[in-house]
């Protein structure tokens, strides 16, 4: 167990919806990032969040869109959503937010969500 | 996003054994790479990590070796078990202030009994 929480597990959403996943890091942890696995790949960056603020993010449109709260645990939202967007969702905690500081990032299981 | 392949390589070698994955990487200013397990239906589990100021790295049952002339990681996994049966994956952290972890195409390890 590495102490990060997804929810939903799973979620199954109609195209055009929206879509609320969230997560709760690892005790100490002040950094989230999220992941999009698509089934046979390996995980992609989406965004990472360190004390609240967006610190960087990947290749993914705006309707990709986070909030981390004071308490350290972090939402993704998507927008419009499309088929293409079926994924596993990882969400990562980690310590720093910085590359000066050592420290891996901890899965959560991941939210599986299927979009019809 | 970065594209990664859509068909797994595959991996088969017999219980007890000693297993090696290798990972070649993208970015020859990265810092720091890891070793993650993936199971079915499971997030990827952390198992060994090294920097670049490192060439290799042990922990229990496994070493992480880095080359980084050629951009090349291992994972040699020792006395390999059935438990040890996943998706194997490297990442890397190019040096962006960001743990942004670019993650390799997965290669899956089948332990024959």
């Known amino acids: 167990e590495t102490g990060v929480t997804q929810s939903p597990t799973h979620l199954i959403k109609t195209r055009g919806q929206q879509v609320t996943l969230r997560c709760s890091s690892q005790?100490?942890?002040?950094?989230v990032s999220w992941y999009q696995q698509a089934l046979g790949q390996g995980p992609q960056f989406i965004f990472q969040y360190y004390r609240e603020e967006e610190n960087g993010r990947g290749n993914f449109p705006p309707r990709f869109s986070g909030l981390q709260f004071p308490n350290y645990s972090s939402e993704l939202n998507v927008n419009a959503l499309e088929l293409d967007d079926s994924a596993l969702y990882l969400c990562?905690?980690?310590?720093?937010?910085?590359?000066?500081?050592?420290?891996?990032?901890?899965f959560g299981q991941g939210t599986r969500l299927t979009v019809v | 996003g970065e594209s990664v392949g859509l068909h797994l390589p595959t991996l088969s070698v017999q219980e007890g054994d000693n297993s090696i994955i290798n990972c070649a990487y993208s970015n020859s200013a990265s810092d720091y790479f890891i070793w993650y397990k993936q199971e079915s239906g499971k997030g990827p589990q952390f198992i060994i990590d090294?920097?670049?100021?490192?060439d290799k790295r042990q922990g229990q049952r496994v070493t992480v070796l880095l080359n980084k002339t050629v951009k090349h990681l291992s994972l040699q996994i020792a006395a390999t078990q059935p438990g040890d049966s996943a998706v194997y994956f490297c990442?890397?952290?190019?040096?962006?202030?960001?743990?942004?972890?670019?993650f390799g195409t997965g290669t899956r390890l089948k332990v024959l009994a």
């Open positions: 005790s100490g942890h002040n950094t």
């Open positions: 090294i920097r670049s100021n490192m």
């Open positions: 990562a905690s980690s310590l720093g937010g910085t590359a000066l500081l050592d420290t891996e990032a901890f």
């Open positions: 990442a890397e952290n190019p040096p962006s202030g960001t743990y942004k972890y670019i």
